[in-house]
């Protein structure tokens, strides 16, 4: 989820519908690649579009979008990854959507403070590829030809109406 205008101007903090503050998404918000398969499972991995996007030459495998999101947990559950994939489960069949409202009036500082952190993936590299965006001034992430209210996005609505 991200705003149709500045990110410094999309303040979710106090808004009390932040769909409409930040309510769009990439026309096709997912992509599935065959390079990057789970650790216990050949099922395709779902990348973010919009990361791969704002961060062009990135590897096919960052960026996952997939989580497992509500577990009754056992103890022979195993999960890689910050829940991105698991094994010894059951997955439903019916897949869960998720809004991610990451890029907004706080992003930058996010970036920063993650990136010093040091507590993510790989060593923060997406937070420190984000760095760069934030240096660059880079405030618009909407794009006229790629980015659609999400209502309108034919994923969402096919997941949405099943």
């Not at 599935?32 to 050949?42: I, Q």
């Not at 994939?85 to 403070?113: D, I, M, N, P, S």
């Amino acid at each position: 989820m991200y705003p149709g205008g500045a990110l410094s101007e999309a303040r979710l903090k106090d808004a009390p519908d932040p769909f409409a503050v930040a309510g769009f998404v990439e026309r096709r918000p997912f992509l599935a690649t065959s390079l990057a398969r789970g650790p216990w499972s050949d099922g395709a991995t779902w990348t973010s579009a919009l990361r791969h996007r704002l961060m062009p030459g990135a590897r096919p495998e960052m960026f996952v979008a997939q989580k497992v999101a509500l577990v009754k947990y056992r103890p022979w559950m195993r999960f890689s990854d910050s829940l991105h994939y698991a094994t010894g489960v059951t997955l439903a069949h019916r897949e869960l959507l998720l809004a991610h409202f990451k890029y907004h009036a706080g992003f930058a500082a996010r970036a920063r403070r993650e990136s010093a952190r040091r507590q993510h993936f790989n060593d923060a590299e997406e937070y420190r590829r984000y760095l760069s965006l934030v240096a660059s001034g880079r405030e618009v992430i909407f794009d006229a030809d790629l980015s659609i209210p999400w209502q309108d996005c034919a994923e969402v609505r096919a997941l949405r109406e099943t």
